[in-house]
């Protein structure tokens, strides 16, 4: 079974501070991978997906991010990040054999300063 | 479209009580999904449907949780007696069927049991 691990509960940055999120992940084949934006009081919103292709993926909100696959890693990047950037992130995996259903990291809290 | 709908929004109930979540997925989409995020556990998968048939309720957590779907435009998610543990923002979300299976989500039950 897949699984994902985000190592970072917390992250704190100054607004205009380029942003890096990390997600790494565990599963045999190529993975479906996804990153999804929850602000407070929200749902869960998709900001960018992988499947095949190009490794640097590009989503919504400027944000991207690059699947390696030496790393088992799907970071989650943005240049310049603003004050309404805070928000829960989320990464997750999906099988590319059976259900495809997501499994979800723990998520990553991030903070912005002004 | 307007997207997932839940309702209601909040809950508020004593330890004992029914409780309903109500769900409307996106027209056209034939897959829900019910999740639970709490702050110990986060993001769980309850339970999905495929087509209006309940494909895996593994995820759920014990005989006091029941999840319907009469028909491809409504869904419930029942707890019946509550306890105060399952006190969660609980979540609906859809898809299609096949592919990435990109989730959209409701923007949740919060349900707190006193």
């Known amino acids: 079974a897949q699984s994902v691990t985000q190592p970072d509960i917390h992250i704190t940055v100054s607004e205009g501070a380029s942003l890096e999120l990390r997600c790494n992940y565990s599963?045999?084949?190529?993975?479906?991978l996804f990153w999804y934006v929850q602000s407070p009081g929200q749902g869960l919103q998709l900001l960018l997906k992988y499947f095949s292709g190009d490794t640097l993926v590009q989503g919504i909100k400027g944000f991207e991010a690059e699947f390696k696959r030496s790393q088992s890693s799907f970071n989650l990047r943005k240049p310049s990040v603003h004050w309404s950037d805070a928000a829960e992130y989320f990464c997750a995996v999906g099988e590319t054999g059976g259900s495809y259903i997501p499994t979800f990291g723990r998520g990553t809290s991030l903070i912005v300063h002004p | 479209d307007a997207g997932v709908i839940q309702s209601p929004r909040h809950e508020v109930t004593e330890m004992g009580q029914e409780v309903t979540l109500r769900c409307k997925p996106i027209s056209g989409h034939n897959s829900l999904f019910w999740y639970r995020q709490t702050m110990m556990r986060g993001l769980e998968l309850l339970i999905y449907?495929?087509?209006?048939?309940?494909?895996?309720d593994s995820g759920m957590p014990e005989d006091r949780f029941s999840a319907k779907m009469p028909n491809a435009s409504f869904s419930t998610l029942k707890i019946q007696p509550s306890e105060p543990r399952d006190s969660a923002v609980y979540f609906c979300?859809?898809?299609?069927?096949?592919?990435?299976?990109?989730?959209?989500f409701g923007n949740g039950t919060r349900l707190t049991v006193t």
């Open positions: 979300a859809s898809s299609l069927s096949r592919g990435l299976r990109a989730l959209h």
């Open positions: 599963y045999g084949a190529t993975p479906y």
């Open positions: 449907f495929n087509n209006n048939v309940p494909i895996d």
